[in-house]
């Protein structure tokens, strides 16, 4: 049995704030939490701001692929963060859920996306210390 917690993101086009945001759980938690990230309607590829930002942080997105948000995916993890995907996320007893209101980087320069992607950060460090405790502490 898995006993890392499961967080999910979504977002609209799962290709930009949804990627970033698993990017950085993935890289901050150092394999402590399973990160899952996909969208209502997926795009065919990542908002390459998205991937240049992120790049800036030493996180690498650029091979990542959008996915469709499934009950699956929502049924399996512990956590569901929504960013923008309105009511089409599924809603399952006994799950956490989350409503992150951040700008949509889709169409923005590189100056717009950079708070975008700096905000996202401030809530995955948040999340990941309400979820995991700190390394000296388990």
Known sequence: MNDKPTVLFVC??????????????????GGDVEVLSAGSAPKDQINPVAIEVMAEEGIDIANNT?????VDAVKESDVV??????????????????DWELDDPAGQGIDAVRPIRDEIRARVESLLADLVPPRGAR
């Open 12 to 29: 609209v086009h799962n290709a930009g704030r949804s990627q970033m945001a698993a990017g950085y759980l993935r890289a901050l938690s």
């Open 66 to 70: 959008p996915k469709v948000l499934t």
């Open 81 to 98: 963060i929504t960013m923008g995907c309105g009511d089409v996320c599924p809603i399952f007893p006994g799950k956490r859920y989350e």
